[in-house]
């Protein structure tokens, strides 16, 4: 079989796929689009993502473009839209924060991460803050990455979150980095990574805050 005949072949398949729950020509489709775009990143940025990211993008991007042909029709008071992430000026950092709180213990804890105008993470952090109430806790979110931002010398900090009490709010899909950290398990001690590896899932997040695909919200009017 050429490549050509391998390319239509894939793109012309009808056969069901789990993974977007569709058509897996829309899964080879994304899966040839991608790894050009990941091609094109290497070449011209140095930027290389590894496997686990490229299936993670590539999944999503299928389900996406199956989405509008699986719900054909959406209810006249309702809408689509793509939200993302939007990064802070140049040479401004962005601290996204959220907080977490358990209803029946009413225990919470605290996440988020800094990252500079091209998305790239200067660092993340998590900590278990016991009782607490939400606007405690959003608060307590963004105090602790001011002290962190403040020691690591980072002065021009633009703050962000979904918490309407506190912030002039973002949609919930562009804080989901903030959303991942105040969940991860931590002691009452304040964890502060530099790394993503040390914080597994956290990589595919910020990739595609920084990349693609959008999250998808449907809102009713």
């Not at 775009?37 to 290497?42: E, I, P, T």
Request: charged content about 15%; glycine content about 6%.
């Amino acid at each position: 079989m050429s490549l050509r005949e391998w390319i239509l072949h894939g793109t012309s398949s009808a056969n069901f796929c789990d993974l977007i729950d569709g058509p897996f020509q829309f899964l080879f489709a994304s899966f040839i689009w991608q790894v050009w775009k990941r091609r094109n990143a290497f070449v011209l940025a140095s930027r290389n993502m590894g496997a686990e990211s490229l299936l993670h993008i590539n999944v999503h991007w299928a389900r996406l473009y199956h989405l509008p042909r699986h719900h054909a029709i959406l209810p006249y008071s309702s809408f689509a839209a793509n939200v993302k992430w939007s990064p802070p000026p140049n040479g401004w950092f962005c601290l996204n924060s959220d907080a977490s709180l358990s209803h029946s213990s009413g225990a919470g804890s605290i996440g988020g991460v800094v990252r500079d105008h091209s998305g790239v993470l200067r660092f993340s952090y998590s900590k278990s803050i016991g009782t607490t109430t939400v606007l405690q806790a959003e608060l307590r979110g963004i105090l602790e990455g001011l002290r962190i931002a403040r020691d690591k010398g980072s002065i021009a900090i633009l703050c962000a979150g979904d918490c309407h009490i506190v912030f002039s709010t973002i949609p919930c899909e562009a804080n989901m980095v903030a959303d991942f950290m105040s969940k991860l398990y931590s002691s009452s001690s304040i964890a502060i990574y530099d790394s993503v590896s040390f914080t597994p899932g956290l990589r595919d997040l910020l990739h595609r805050d920084s990349f693609d695909p959008p999250y998808v919200r449907i809102r009713h009017l």
